[in-house]
């Protein structure tokens, strides 16, 4: 069984930076994308960044130019940056595995406040 662990979440106030990682219990190597969703309260999860094994990234409307999804396959952990964080990006922060384009998995969640 896959395990994503999340870290790295907190308490910022708006304008700050925080980086978010993802550590797999296997090569992330075996699989054909990653990715970052986020779920505020009341409201639906959304994909913010997803970055495919040959490296190529996208990103939600809301977030881009203010994050970066990177990945480390020698750590099995994909990161994101976050920077410019506003209080609308208060969220728990899920990390997502994509295995043969059907089988997903998924982290536990961590938990981004950002103040005003």
């Known amino acids: 069984q896959v395990q994503l662990v999340e870290s790295g979440g907190g308490l910022v106030q708006a304008g700050g930076s925080l980086r978010l990682s993802c550590a797999a219990s296997e090569s992330i190597s075996n699989f054909n994308a990653m990715y970052w969703y986020r779920q505020a309260p009341g409201k639906q999860r959304e994909l913010v960044a997803s970055?495919?094994?040959?490296?190529?990234?996208n990103y939600a409307d809301s977030v881009k130019g203010r994050f970066t999804i990177s990945r480390d396959n020698a750590k099995n952990s994909v990161y994101l940056q976050m920077n410019s964080l506003k209080p609308e990006d208060t969220a728990v922060y899920y990390c997502n595995a994509l295995r043969k384009w059907t089988t997903e998995y998924w982290g536990q969640g961590t938990q981004v406040s950002v103040s005003s």
């Open positions: 970055i495919t094994s040959g490296g190529n990234t």
